[in-house]
C-alpha cells in the first residue's frame, strides 16, 4: 500500500518555500546568525537558525509557532487542491516545545497567553475550520511519528485525507538548556565531521497532505511507502544504532523494498558527537552488501535543527532532490568521521543524481526513532 503526498509548505530560517529551502541548501547556504529574540549575552552560544519575521527587530512575539503553523497547513492543502478542507479533516501536529515561548513571555513580561494558546486546535479551528487537530510530541521525531499514524488512519479506513505537519519556535529554556549541556558551544552544525561539537537549535514549520493513493485526480509529489517507528529506551538520552537499525528494517518491510533499492538517504544529522556515530553506525549496517549504495545528505548545516518538524523537513528535501536530479550536500563537512567513509554522502557540493526512491530518518533523544521510505511524484 501506498499514500500520496499531494501538497507541501515549508519555513523556516532558509527561506519560506520547499523550491527555496532546497536552493539555498545546494548554493551552500546557512541560515545561521546571532539570535534576536532574546539577550544571548548570558550565554555561551551565538548563534541559532531563528526565522525573521519580527515585527519589531530586537524583541520577541507570542504565537510565532502557531502562526507558521496556519501558514503551512493553508498553504499546503491550497497546494494539494484543498483550500476549503472538510472540518473534519484529522491534522496531526509535531512538535518539541509546542508554545512554550509564549509561556515565556507572559511569565517574563506579563504578555498575552490564554490556556487555548497552548494547543493548536483554536487557531487551526478560526483559520480554517479544522477541529481534529492532535499533537504529537515525541520529540525530534515527532512529525515523522506523525506521518506513521496518518498512514494507519488512511489504511485503517478512518481518513482519506490527513494533514501531518511540525511546527516550533526557539524557547529561550531550550536555547539556555542546550548551552549547558553542550561544551564548547558549537557555532555550527557540522554533520558527520570530526570536529562536530554539538547541535544548533532551530525554528520552522512544515506541512504535507496525505491522501489515499487512487481516491484523487490531483498532483503527486510523492508517495509514502512505508514508515518504521520505535522507542528503544536503551538510554535517557542516547541514540543507539542497534535501536535505528530496527526502524530501518520495518520501514524496509513495510515498504516491501531491500536496501539496493534505495537511492538517496536524508539522515537526521544533528551534529552531536552520539547521536551522528549511531545514525552512522546504522547507515554502515544496512547498507553494507548495497552497490554502488545511495547517496546520503543532511540539511541541518543550512537549516538548524527545527525540532518537532525536522523529520518531514527532511521528507520535503528528499522529494524536491529527487524531482531537480539535485541532492544538496551535508554543510561544512570536510573530515568525515571513519563510520562514513564507505558510504556516498554528498560534500562540497549538489549532487546529480535521479533516485527514485528516498529514506528519511528522525532520530530522537532517549531512541525515539521513526524513518520514512519514499517515492518521487507519478503526476
Given at each position: 500500500?501506498?499514500?500520496?503526498?499531494?501538497?507541501?509548505?515549508?519555513?523556516?530560517?532558509?527561506?519560506?518555500?520547499?523550491?527555496?529551502?532546497?536552493?539555498?541548501?545546494?548554493?551552500?547556504?546557512?541560515?545561521?546568525?546571532?539570535?534576536?529574540?532574546?539577550?544571548?549575552?548570558?550565554?555561551?552560544?551565538?548563534?541559532?537558525?531563528?526565522?525573521?519575521?519580527?515585527?519589531?527587530?530586537?524583541?520577541?512575539?507570542?504565537?510565532?509557532?502557531?502562526?507558521?503553523?496556519?501558514r503551512?497547513?493553508?498553504?499546503?492543502?491550497?497546494?494539494?487542491?484543498?483550500?476549503?478542507?472538510?472540518?473534519?479533516?484529522?491534522?496531526?501536529?509535531g512538535?518539541?516545545?509546542?508554545?512554550?515561548?509564549?509561556?515565556?513571555?507572559?511569565?517574563?513580561?506579563?504578555?498575552?497567553?490564554?490556556?487555548?494558546?497552548?494547543?493548536?486546535?483554536?487557531?487551526?479551528?478560526?483559520?480554517?475550520?479544522?477541529?481534529?487537530?492532535?499533537?504529537?510530541?515525541?520529540?525530534?521525531?515527532?512529525?515523522?511519528?506523525?506521518?506513521?499514524?496518518?498512514?494507519?488512519?488512511?489504511?485503517?479506513?478512518?481518513?482519506?485525507?490527513?494533514?501531518?505537519?511540525?511546527?516550533?519556535?526557539?524557547?529561550?529554556?531550550?536555547y539556555?538548556?542546550?548551552?549547558r549541556?553542550?561544551?564548547?558551544?558549537?557555532?555550527?552544525?557540522?554533520?558527520?565531521?570530526?570536529?562536530?561539537?554539538?547541535?544548533?537549535?532551530?525554528?520552522?514549520?512544515?506541512?504535507?497532505?496525505?491522501?489515499?493513493?487512487?481516491?484523487?485526480?490531483g498532483?503527486?509529489h510523492?508517495?509514502?511507502?512505508?514508515?518504521?517507528?520505535?522507542?528503544?529506551?536503551?538510554?535517557?538520552?542516547?541514540?543507539?544504532?542497534?535501536?535505528?537499525?530496527?526502524?530501518?528494517?520495518?520501514?524496509?518491510?513495510?515498504?516491501?523494498?531491500?536496501?539496493?533499492?534505495?537511492?538517496?538517504?536524508?539522515?537526521?544529522?544533528?551534529g552531536t558527537?552520539?547521536?551522528?556515530?549511531?545514525?552512522?553506525?546504522?547507515?554502515?549496517?544496512?547498507?553494507?552488501?548495497?552497490?554502488?549504495?545511495?547517496?546520503?545528505?543532511?540539511?541541518k548545516?543550512?537549516?538548524?535543527?527545527?525540532?518537532?518538524?525536522?523529520?518531514?523537513?527532511?521528507?520535503?528535501?528528499?522529494?524536491?532532490?529527487?524531482?531537480?536530479?539535485?541532492?544538496?550536500?551535508?554543510?561544512?563537512l570536510?573530515?568525515?568521521?571513519?563510520e562514513?567513509?564507505?558510504?556516498?554522502?554528498?560534500?562540497?557540493?549538489?549532487?546529480?543524481?535521479?533516485?527514485?526512491?528516498?529514506?528519511?530518518?528522525?532520530?530522537?533523544?532517549?531512541?525515539?526513532?521513526?524513518?520514512?521510505?519514499?517515492?518521487g511524484?507519478?503526476?
Amino acid at each position: 500500500m501506498s499514500w500520496d503526498i499531494t501538497g507541501m509548505s515549508v519555513v523556516c530560517a532558509l527561506g519560506d518555500s520547499v523550491p527555496a529551502v532546497h536552493g539555498a541548501l545546494c548554493a551552500g547556504r546557512s541560515g545561521l546568525a546571532p539570535p534576536a529574540a532574546f539577550d544571548a549575552s548570558k550565554y555561551r552560544a551565538r548563534a541559532a537558525f531563528e526565522i525573521d519575521d519580527r515585527a519589531d527587530p530586537g524583541t520577541d512575539e507570542p504565537l510565532r509557532a502557531t502562526r507558521w503553523l496556519v501558514r503551512v497547513v493553508r498553504e499546503a492543502l491550497a497546494d494539494a487542491g484543498l483550500p476549503e478542507p472538510d472540518p473534519g479533516t484529522p491534522v496531526l501536529v509535531g512538535t518539541t516545545h509546542r508554545e512554550m515561548r509564549t509561556a515565556e513571555l507572559w511569565d517574563r513580561d506579563g504578555g498575552p497567553l490564554a490556556p487555548a494558546d497552548l494547543h493548536f486546535t483554536s487557531a487551526l479551528h478560526t483559520a480554517l475550520g479544522l477541529y481534529d487537530v492532535q499533537t504529537v510530541a515525541s520529540a525530534c521525531a515527532a512529525s515523522l511519528y506523525g506521518l506513521g499514524m496518518a498512514t494507519d488512519l488512511i489504511a485503517a479506513g478512518d481518513a482519506d485525507t490527513v494533514v501531518v505537519a511540525g511546527t516550533d519556535s526557539i524557547p529561550e529554556s531550550s536555547y539556555g538548556g542546550f548551552d549547558r549541556i553542550q561544551h564548547p558551544s558549537p557555532d555550527a552544525i557540522l554533520t558527520f565531521d570530526r570536529s562536530r561539537r554539538g547541535m544548533v537549535i532551530g525554528e520552522g514549520a512544515v506541512a504535507v497532505v496525505l491522501r489515499r493513493a487512487g481516491s484523487h485526480a490531483g498532483r503527486v509529489h510523492g508517495r509514502v511507502r512505508g514508515v518504521g517507528m520505535n522507542c528503544d529506551a536503551s538510554h535517557p538520552t542516547a541514540p543507539d544504532a542497534v535501536g535505528i537499525v530496527r526502524a530501518i528494517e520495518e520501514a524496509h518491510e513495510r515498504a516491501a523494498l531491500h536496501p539496493e533499492d534505495v537511492g538517496l538517504v536524508v539522515v537526521h544529522g544533528s551534529g552531536t558527537p552520539q547521536s551522528d556515530l549511531a545514525e552512522a553506525v546504522a547507515l554502515r549496517e544496512v547498507f553494507k552488501a548495497a552497490d554502488p549504495g545511495p547517496l546520503v545528505t543532511g540539511v541541518k548545516g543550512g537549516t538548524g535543527h527545527i525540532s518537532g518538524g525536522a523529520g518531514l523537513l527532511n521528507l520535503v528535501v528528499a522529494l524536491e532532490s529527487m524531482r531537480t536530479g539535485r541532492v544538496p550536500p551535508v554543510g561544512g563537512l570536510t573530515d568525515p568521521i571513519e563510520e562514513v567513509r564507505e558510504l556516498r554522502v554528498v560534500s562540497g557540493g549538489p549532487a546529480a543524481g535521479a533516485p527514485r526512491t528516498a529514506q528519511v530518518h528522525a532520530v530522537g533523544m532517549g531512541g525515539i526513532n521513526a524513518v520514512a521510505i519514499v517515492e518521487g511524484g507519478g503526476r
